[in-house]
């Protein structure tokens, strides 16, 4: 995987703990993955921001669009 593009440390883009990250590709479905890892479309997300609460970004559709809008304009 690249170096983010959104992000230069590895630590959760929302609460900047360093505990249980995980990589979220920015852009969702089928083969964009691939591309994201390539372009460093991702930033590190703790667990809980990411798939275990109502604000993780899998589970709140506004959060999800802010981090791809925000994507775009770098």
Same mark, same amino acid.
């Given at each position: #995987?690249? %170096?983010?593009?959104? %992000?230069?440390?590895? &630590?959760?883009?929302? +609460?900047?703990?360093?505990?249980?990250?995980? *990589?979220? !590709? &920015?852009?969702?479905?089928?083969?964009?993955?691939?591309?994201?890892? /390539?372009?460093? +479309?991702? &930033?590190?997300?703790?667990?809980?921001? !990411?798939? #275990?609460?109502?604000?993780?970004? !899998?589970?709140?559709? *506004?959060?999800?669009?802010?981090? /791809?809008?925000?994507?775009? !304009?770098?």
């Amino acid at each position: #995987m690249k %170096d983010s593009i959104i %992000d230069n440390e590895k &630590v959760c883009f929302i +609460c900047r703990t360093t505990e249980n990250l995980d *990589p979220h !590709h &920015v852009f969702r479905g089928e083969g964009k993955r691939k591309f994201a890892d /390539e372009d460093g +479309c991702y &930033v590190w997300l703790c667990r809980y921001h !990411h798939t #275990m609460s109502d604000e993780a970004v !899998h589970n709140n559709t *506004p959060f999800r669009r802010t981090l /791809e809008k925000y994507a775009q !304009h770098l």
